[in-house]
């Protein structure tokens, strides 16, 4: 049985190596969006210029003026060791993003498919989603050679994507995902085994990786991609250097006429932050993901209105996961945990207070998230009095020192988890060891495995969806028991029965619901904060859509303009 | 001499087999780190991590193993990659230029700076030239690598929005001026410790060559000045330098790795890292040999060449 990807492969060893919180390629893509979900924003003395409100779409002229031949220089912040998008988490995203096409794309704004290859989309019963597809070409490159996307390349692509070792599929992929017919050329059928009303989500047919459409002939030989990408995406893959330095070009047949309006895409390695920065203010990359306020503010001061900043808050929640048996087994000790957390004081320590407290989903997605006056007086309550009294109600032995479990991934980690720790002590009256660990041993063993003593913290991935928030909470996490050992049936009932219910609002109201029980519960996952992240564009980086997820970065309508 | 250098040569591969043996073994220690468990998602199965184990070879016997990959060694096969599933030489190859050029040039100016300022500040012992050289070895040997190397970064950039170039390696014969902007301010800076360490060697051996009684009669003879230091005092002074540089020149293909880290240069040292942290093994004992044998090889050279900067040493 496989499991749900609450992490999948991170790009962390990609981030230990760069030695920063500073984004994979991956993640460099996301900031052409702007809606990265790295950790470490700052302090901001002022509004950030080019503060993007959810959902801004761009407003570009006459499409005869634009020009089109320029070329996106980014950054590539560590060497990949396999270009294969099936074997690792950056190449997957993105290849997926820039190489090859998809069916459809759901925004987190709207959490509504949008239509990409595919030209309409039905549900004539509940397992059963039928979509057309439209008149999409490969790339002219063997053994492909630029013929027609047909319904047959995209079953082989779900169906051999979610068999990879490499891709993390999902639960909906491995468990509720029943396979594909293709009664013609274009037209897919996707059965499925049960009804999901997340089916459209990007942890269900919308991944970015395992949606993406490949060649059946690749399909059936998936190390080619070893040595060459061929999709039919808006941009050809072009060469790469040992895994880093990528050239893509546009794709003059691509599905949208005269889109992309980027002739080409190009990534240089740049590991180092400062070296990032430096060769922005050179000009010789267009964007660079910033790590703290200070560096935006620093930036802003040298260039001034040459630049423009983009500010997003991600969807990377920190947490503090507590066990839930054991000396955490009494709910009034993990409480005292939650009561004793000053979150405030956390966001100012780790982002200069610019981030945001989190309930169970992060506010980005306002729909299904609580209101803040709700979390006030719930999740985000600080009381130490109170807490010391719970921990003692709770029979909880203070003489044994709290461990704290940390990835040694960078600064932000342990500073996280040394923020944690001085809170407990002074609010809790109690010893706390911080444990650092690498991140092989950390993730398999100490987090999937269980194998931790008191707790664990963490930034979560940032998704497009809300559902994988709630894998925390569920006894089974992907054929793995809850991680922190909390098995509870009426939360399960209810993440499951929310699952069934069509109706979005009617939806989105059952997941507020489990949000509220999670809560009451006590379930040992507390999330504490996510941060703001920022990204700086020369001035010519025009057409960036900012606060629909990873829908950005699908956009054949980012240019290069250097006219003012 | 040649006898020498032949024996010499004939303990290469019995070194080289015992290095493969500890580095082979070692890898697989349980503590040393499973690649199948640094290779899997939350979502590989176990039978999904027993196919990869078998597909890399790592089910069989640690015995088993170890033969195959030294007959396939032996045939000049080093194996493929874990991660990338590519020919570890290939991989080597492709990235060994720039690794040789940062060790070529941090070398040269080591050597340059190095013994250039310990001479002079030798035969101008307690000037001023002297004590600013003198504080420049201790500076140098004081401040780490990586400190230089990202002031190299921040300053010009602060300064006059200058960024060296990006994209990695470009060979000098394809764009020369672009290679030499790449590589000549970090290896130089790189070269700072060396060359205060090689510095004061320098200055010490030619301090003590300076006061021998064949100098004096060189001077006495009315030999001109760049004779009597270079010529036959140097000259003297030069095998704890040499015996430094081939020291230095191994350090410096580890001091590679911060350069190539610092400058985004995706060289040999790099690849090592990261197949390191990745527990790439093919390429983790392909680097061990090879570190190995250069280190040996470095080692005879300089042994060699004592004989030939110095007529009273003899090999038999």
Redesign the interface.
């Known amino acids: 049985?496989?499991?749900?990807?609450?992490?999948?492969?991170r790009a962390s060893?990609r981030r230990?190596?760069a030695?920063a919180g500073a984004a994979g390629l991956g993640w460099g893509g996301l900031l052409l969006a702007g809606c990265g979900d790295d950790e470490g924003p700052g302090r901001s003395p002022t509004a950030p210029p080019g503060d993007a409100s959810p959902g801004a779409t761009p407003t570009s002229p006459p499409e005869a003026d634009i020009p089109k031949d320029g070329i996106l220089r980014l950054r590539q912040t560590?060497?990949?060791?396999?270009?294969?998008p099936w074997?690792?988490l950056d190449s997957g995203l993105t290849w997926g993003f820039y190489v090859f096409d998809h069916l459809f794309y759901t925004p987190l704004d709207t959490l509504k498919p949008e239509l990409f290859l595919a030209t309409s989309l039905e549900q004539p019963e509940p397992t059963r989603i039928i979509f057309k597809l439209g008149e999409g070409y490969f790339h002219d490159k063997p053994p492909v050679n630029g013929r027609r996307v047909t319904a047959r390349d995209v079953k082989a692509s779900y169906e051999t994507s979610i068999k990879q070792?490499?891709?993390?599929?999902?639960t909906f992929m491995?468990q509720v995902f029943a396979g594909i017919d293709v009664p013609d050329d274009e037209t897919v059928i996707v059965k499925l085994n049960a009804p999901d009303a997340w089916a459209f989500t990007s942890t269900a047919l919308g991944g970015v990786i395992t949606g993406s459409i490949i060649p059946e002939e690749i399909c059936a030989q998936p190390?080619f991609m070893?040595r060459d990408i061929i999709g039919s995406g808006r941009f050809v893959f072009e060469g790469h250097?040992?895994?880093?330095?990528f050239r893509l070009r546009r794709f003059e047949k691509w599905r949208v006429p005269g889109e992309p309006w980027l002739a080409g895409m190009r990534w240089?390695?740049?590991?180092?932050q400062?070296?990032a920065?430096?060769?922005f203010?050179?000009?010789?990359?267009d964007t660079v993901g910033l790590a703290n306020v200070l560096e935006r503010d620093q930036l802003v001061q040298?260039h001034g209105k040459d630049i423009e900043i983009d500010s997003d808050l991600s969807r990377s929640v920190w947490v503090i996961l507590t066990r839930a048996d054991g000396r955490w087994a009494d709910p009034r000790a993990r409480k005292a945990v939650n009561l004793a957390i000053d979150r405030d004081q956390i966001i100012e320590v780790m982002t200069f207070g610019e981030g945001v407290k989190s309930g169970v989903m992060p506010p980005a997605f306002a729909s299904v998230s609580l209101s803040e006056q709700e979390l006030s007086q719930t999740l985000w309550k600080f009381d130490p009095a109170q807490a010391k009294q719970l921990l003692a109600q709770a029979g909880f032995d203070t003489t044994q020192p709290i461990e704290i479990k940390v990835a040694a991934l960078g600064d932000n980690f342990s500073k996280f988890a040394q923020a944690v720790a001085a809170q407990l002590e002074k609010n809790l009256g109690v010893k706390t060891n911080i444990v650092t660990e690498d991140f092989?041993t950390w993730?398999?063993k100490s987090l999937?495995g269980s194998e931790y003593k008191d707790l664990i913290v963490f930034p979560t991935l940032a998704y497009d969806e809300p559902t994988p928030y709630l894998l925390p909470y569920q006894k089974d996490i992907?054929?793995r028991p809850n991680w922190a050992r909390f098995f509870d049936d009426e939360l399960d009932q209810m993440i499951a029965r929310a699952r069934t219910i069509m109706d979005d609002e009617q939806r989105f109201e059952a997941l507020k619901e489990v949000q509220r029980k999670a809560i009451e519960k006590v379930a040992p996952l507390f999330p504490v904060y996510v941060p703001r992240s920022f990204a700086a564009y020369w001035y010519w980086v025009k057409g960036r859509i900012t606060g629909r997820g990873s829908y950005g970065l699908f956009n054949g309508r980012v240019y290069i303009d250097k006219r003012r | 001499m040649r006898q020498y250098a032949l024996r010499r040569l004939a303990y290469l591969p019995l070194i080289a087999a015992l290095v493969s043996v500890i580095t082979f073994f070692t890898l697989r220690l349980p503590w040393a780190g499973d690649p199948v468990t640094y290779m899997s998602t939350q979502n590989t199965t176990v039978e999904d991590q027993e196919r990869l184990r078998r597909e890399l070879g790592l089910d069989k016997p640690v015995a088993v193993q170890f033969g195959l990959w030294l007959g396939d060694v032996l045939r000049g096969d080093f194996g493929e990659t874990f991660r990338g599933r590519q020919p570890v030489l290939d991989e080597v190859l492709r990235r060994f230029p720039a690794t040789l050029e940062i060790m070529v040039l941090s070398l040269g100016f080591t050597v340059l700076f190095g013994v250039t300022f310990g001479v002079i500040s030798a035969v101008r012992q307690d000037s001023v030239a002297d004590y600013g050289l003198r504080v420049f070895a201790v500076f140098g040997q004081s401040v780490p690598d990586f400190f230089l190397l990202i002031l190299l970064i921040v300053l010009p950039s602060m300064w006059w929005n200058y960024s060296h170039p990006i994209g990695g390696h470009v060979s000098i014969f394809e764009d020369p001026v672009r290679n030499l902007r790449l590589y000549v301010p970090p290896t130089l800076l790189l070269a700072v410790g060396g060359s205060a360490l090689m510095m004061r060697v320098t200055r010490s051996a030619m301090l003590e060559v300076l006061r021998q009684d064949y100098i004096r009669t060189a001077r006495a003879k009315g030999l001109g000045s760049y004779a009597v230091v270079v010529r036959h005092g140097l000259r003297n002074a030069l095998i704890p330098i040499i015996t430094l540089a081939g020291n230095y020149l191994v350090a410096l293909f580890f001091g590679a790795v911060i350069l190539e880290q610092v400058f985004s240069i995706n060289g040999l040292g790099q690849f090592f890292l990261v197949s390191a942290a990745q527990r790439d093994f093919p390429v983790m004992q392909f680097l061990v040999l090879y570190s190995a044998l250069v280190v040996m090889g470095l080692n005879l050279v300089v042994d060699l060449s004592y004989a030939l900067i110095d007529p009273r040493i003899k090999y038999t």
Do not use: C, H
């Not at chain 1, 049985?1 to 492969?9: E, K, P, Q």
């Not at chain 1, 070792?165 to 999902?170: A, E, F, H, R, W």
């Open positions: 049985m496989r499991a749900n990807g609450l992490f999948g492969r060893r230990f190596l030695g560590a060497p990949w060791s396999s270009i294969n074997k690792g070792p490499g891709v993390s599929t999902t491995t190390d070893d250097e040992s895994g880093t330095n240089f390695l740049i590991q180092e400062a070296q920065l430096a060769a203010s050179a000009q010789d990359i040298r092989g993730l398999q999937y992907g054929g």
